[in-house]
């Protein structure tokens, strides 16, 4: 299963739905747009919370997901409805 969610998130990165980094991952969830946001478990408690706290302002699901050494980010949003359902199926 780890190899399919990693597989999602390298074609939606690669078809431009995937925004990486803190901020910018940030400025999606407060854009209001549908999608799904995944930090890495390995992330601090601190970015943690923010994205949980924020992501339940914003009714954004939001899913811990791999090492940032898997993933290659430590927080990552995926803007396709398509994508996101696909990566949602595979993480529930």
Same mark, same amino acid.
């Given at each position: ?30 854009? !209001?747009?549908?999608?799904?946001? @995944? ?5 601090? +408690?601190?970015? /943690? $919370? #923010? ?20 993933? !290659?980010?430590?927080?990552?949003? @995926? ?5 996101? +359902?696909?990566? /949602? $199926? #595979?993480?529930?």
């Amino acid at each position: 299963m780890n190899d399919r969610v990693i597989s999602m998130l390298g074609l939606a990165n690669k078809a431009g739905r995937l925004i990486c980094g803190e901020e910018m991952v940030l400025d999606f969830i407060r854009s !209001g747009k549908r999608g799904i946001v @995944i930090i890495s478990t390995d992330a601090s +408690d601190n970015t /943690k $919370k #923010l994205f949980h706290d924020k992501c339940r302002y914003y009714h954004i699901p939001i899913y811990e997901y791999g090492t940032r050494t898997d993933t !290659g980010h430590v927080s990552m949003a @995926i803007s396709d409805k398509n994508f996101a +359902d696909s990566i /949602k $199926k #595979l993480l529930d």
